[in-house]
């Protein structure tokens, strides 16, 4: 009997962490649209693939992540921050996947609040030796057939020295034109909405790490117990945030009914 209840408590922990494990490397694609009069039709379907919160992870298997990019086919990649992980600062991983990044689509790249570290320069030089563009509280036109939409990035709060507001301000061009912001931070959707963002993609909160059914996420860093913004699609005003649950891990290495995934967003015309 006892050799019985033991054998049954093994058998149930086997399949508890291969539960944990499957949820925490189990790669999917979310698809979402952007619908809005200020796409110019010349980007009528146009793709954007959002990398968030890899942590120096590579999934176990770099491939996965590859084959999941180049199966998006997207226009434009977009890496939201916390490449590398303040705990694990080797920024190999992470350079590795930018020079594979660059040969699907042009990339760009702001930073998260785990770029603090020292290793941070070297992340950014050979970010910018590999072709990606970093954007610290600047913009940059996106064109195609004569027309253009503002694609802008700001630093994570954590190394900043101005306040978010006052950045933004400075930031994001003014001119109507469809204007795509790229921040590492959800919980700041007041802010974007305020300085007329129309589409943000934001990550950090890692869809909550633990989500339970029919409550959803349990904590999210900077906002706490049951968080808003952890996933999705959310509206403010005018302004459109979709939140990325992410790639990696950072403290808590294990993620439960939240696995990670690969945000694309097809931009449309009403």
Do not use: C
């Not at 189990?26 to 952007?34: F, K, N, S, V």
């Not at 990606?132 to 027309?147: F, H, I, M, N, Q």
């Not at 959800?186 to 029919?214: C, K």
């Amino acid at each position: 009997m006892k050799k019985r209840v033991v054998l049954f408590f093994a058998i149930i922990l086997l399949i508890i962490t291969a539960v944990l494990l499957t949820h925490t490397n189990r790669l999917g694609t979310t698809e979402y649209r952007y619908i809005s009069r200020k796409v110019p039709a010349a980007f009528q379907g146009y793709r954007i693939a959002q990398i968030a919160d890899l942590h120096n992870d590579d999934l176990g298997d770099p491939t996965i992540l590859l084959h999941a990019l180049q199966e998006a086919k997207p226009d434009l990649i977009v890496i939201t921050g916390d490449m590398i992980d303040a705990r694990k600062t080797d920024v190999k991983t992470a350079l590795d996947f930018a020079a594979q990044f660059v040969q699907i689509a042009p990339t760009y790249y702001i930073n998260g609040n785990h770029e603090w570290v020292a290793a941070y320069a070297a992340l950014k030089q050979g970010l910018k030796d590999r072709g990606v563009t970093v954007l610290e509280d600047a913009s940059v036109r996106v064109e195609k057939d004569g027309a253009f939409f503002h694609l802008a990035g700001v630093v994570d709060p954590f190394l900043a020295d101005r306040l978010l507001t006052d950045r933004l301000a400075d930031t994001l061009p003014q001119d109507g034109v469809l204007t795509i912001l790229l921040s590492h931070r959800p919980e700041r959707l007041e802010a974007y909405a305020e300085a007329g963002t129309d589409l943000v993609f934001a990550g950090h909160a890692h869809g909550g790490q633990i989500r339970l059914p029919f409550i959803g996420a349990i904590y999210a860093p900077h906002q706490g117990l049951f968080p808003a913004y952890t996933e999705g699609m959310h509206t403010m005003n005018q302004t459109t945030l979709v939140i990325s649950r992410g790639i990696g891990n950072s403290l808590f290495p294990l993620r439960i009914n939240n696995p990670p995934e690969l945000v694309v967003v097809k931009l449309q015309r009403p």
